[in-house]
C-alpha cells in the first residue's frame, strides 16, 4: 500500500506552514483594494453666495447667483439666477451675463447659459448688448458663441442676427445672417 509509505506528518507539517504563509500575506494586503469613498458624496447646494473659477492664476469668468448646485466631485454644477456673470479676458472684466441658467464645467471652465441671456460688453462706448437664449463659453479657445438667433442693441436700434462668435485671443466677432433696419453714421 503507497499511501502508508508517504510521510504523511511532514505532509502535514508542509500544508500548515503554507496556510501560515497564506494567513499572514493576506493579512498584509487587506485593505489594499477599493479606497473607501470620501465622506462628503452629497451634492452640494448654495444659495446667494459667488461662485469663482480660477484659471491658473488669473480669472477666466465668475458669477453672482441665486441658487447653484454642485456635483459631488465639485466638477461640474448648475447655477440659477445669475444676476453679474462676468467674463474676463486677459485678466480684466470683458463681458458682463445674466441668465436664467448656466452648467458649468469647473475642470476644463466652460459654461453653457440657457433660457433668458443678456451680454453685454463692458465699459462700451456705443452700449452694445446681446439678447439670446443660448451661449457656450470654450474656455480653452476662449470663444463665446451664441448658436441660436440673437438680438443685438445699440445707439436705440436692434439687429436680428442667426449667430454670433465672439474670438476673445482673435478680439473678432462674426455674425451670421442679419435681419433689420439700421442706420449707420
Known sequence: ?????????????????????YVIVEIFLAGGGVPPSPPNQMPADLRGGHVVNNHISTKSWSFDY???????????GSVDGVRNGIVYRKG??????????????????????IGKV???RIDDPQHRAFDTDFVTWTNDAKLLRMSHPSYVHFGGQTLRVDGITVDFDANTIHMGKLNGNVDIR
Open 92 to 113: 480684466k472684466p470683458y463681458l458682463r451675463i445674466s441668465a436664467q441658467h448656466v452648467q458649468l464645467d469647473i475642470g476644463s471652465l466652460d459654461f453653457t447659459a
Open 1 to 21: 500500500m503507497w499511501y502508508k509509505r508517504l510521510p504523511w506528518r511532514r505532509i502535514g507539517i508542509v500544508a500548515g506552514l503554507l496556510f501560515g504563509v
Open 66 to 76: 441665486d441658487r447653484a448646485h454642485l456635483s459631488p466631485d465639485g466638477m461640474t
Open 118 to 120: 443678456h451680454v453685454e
